[in-house]
Each structure stands twice: as structure tokens, then as C-alpha cells.
């Protein structure tokens, strides 16, 4: 049997730290497109450990990571 595949889609992985470099968790990593595929939009959010992986990035796009506080509130 063979199988041959295709790339369809990239990831990004990282680990997000304070500047006294300890983990944070909650914070959403956003990798958005840029000029004429800045309609091109995918997040992850940090896990305890910091880390954090965004998946479904499209090749051939440039894509720049913004950083952003997840916050959840329990009413």
C-alpha cells in the first residue's frame, strides 16, 4: 500500500513568559494575515505551562502573532 500526502496547513507553537520569564497561562496568541490576506485569522490560548500551538495556518500567507489576556469571569 502507498499514501502520499498533501500540506494543506501549518502550525505555530511557542511558550508565552513573563519578563521574569515564568509561564502564563490564558493568554490568546491571534496569528492574523497580513495585507491582501488579512482576512486570514487564527488564535490559540497558553496553557499552564505557557505553551500554546495555532493550528490551520495557510501556506504562503504572512502572518503576524499579536497577544492578548483571555479573561474569564464567573457571574
Do not use: W
Not at 2 to 20: E, K, Q
Amino acid at each position: 500500500m502507498d499514501f502520499s500526502g498533501h500540506r494543506v496547513a501549518y502550525s505555530a507553537y511557542g511558550v508565552v513568559t513573563s519578563l521574569n520569564g515564568e509561564a502564563e497561562e490564558g493568554i490568546v496568541v491571534e496569528a492574523v494575515g497580513q495585507g491582501k490576506c488579512s482576512h486570514f485569522q487564527e488564535e490559540s490560548s497558553s496553557e499552564a505551562s505557557g505553551q500554546f500551538r495555532i493550528r490551520g495556518l495557510q501556506p504562503e500567507v504572512n502572518f503576524l502573532l499579536h497577544l492578548r489576556l483571555f479573561l474569564h469571569l464567573d457571574l
